[in-house]
């Protein structure tokens, strides 16, 4: 199973950025999937997810309004659009597979989530 992410890179702040994650060797239409990021010298944290009936999302709180999490269960790929990108969005960012059947606000914990794409880097310049 592979999770690859995609569509990272440089950005100015307010600028926007879609990342993409594509999944090969197992469907995830039974499961919710993530983003989590992880900045320099911090700890991987949630970021969104969206369950596996596409009728939930999740944000965290520090995102809410700017990014939005969207997939295609017929590409086994989901997106992440950000807006209104600020210098504190600067991480690598991560996608991930959930554990089939999974809802609700467990999303938001990475324990949920039994695999990951490798990460793509996302910097926002001031």
């Known amino acids: 199973v592979q999770l690859q992410a995609s569509g990272g890179g440089l950005v100015q702040a307010g600028g926007s950025l879609r990342l993409s994650c594509a999944a090969s060797?197992?469907?995830?239409?039974?499961?919710?999937m993530g983003w989590f990021r992880q900045a320099p010298g911090k700890e991987r944290e949630f970021v969104a997810a969206?369950?596996?009936?596409?009728?939930?999302?999740y944000y965290a709180d520090s995102v809410k309004g700017r990014f939005t999490i969207s997939r295609d269960n017929a590409k086994n790929t989901v997106y992440l659009q950000m807006n209104s990108l600020t210098p504190e969005d600067t991480a690598v960012y991560y996608c991930?597979?959930?554990?089939?059947?999974?809802?609700?606000?467990?999303?938001?914990?990475?324990?949920?989530?039994?695999?990951w794409g490798q990460g793509t880097l996302v910097t926002v310049s001031s």
């Open positions: 991930a597979g959930g554990r089939p059947g999974y809802v609700g606000n467990i999303l938001k914990q990475r324990s949920t989530y039994e695999y």
């Open positions: 060797g197992r469907t995830f239409s039974r499961s919710g």
């Open positions: 969206i369950s596996w009936t596409l009728i939930s999302t």
